[in-house]
């Protein structure tokens, strides 16, 4: 399973708010880069996919 099939996964198990469906949709679709953009351009995680990692749910991982 991907970073990306992962996060749609957790998304639609844990996220129940109206306008969810809309946001996935535009995470999802082909204008956005969500998936594979840098968190940032030179600093924190400024590494392809960083916006949407998958890791441990653990704060010490």
Avoid at 2 to 12: G, H, L, M, P, S
Avoid at 29 to 43: C, E, L, V
């Amino acid at each position: 399973m991907t970073n990306q099939e992962r996060f749609i996964d957790i998304y639609r198990t844990e996220i129940h708010r109206d306008g969810a469906d809309k946001l996935l949709e535009w995470l999802t679709g082909p204008g956005s880069d969500f998936f594979t953009a840098p968190a940032s351009t030179r600093y924190h995680n400024a590494w392809e996919g960083a916006c949407a990692p998958i890791r441990s749910t653990s704060t010490t991982a």
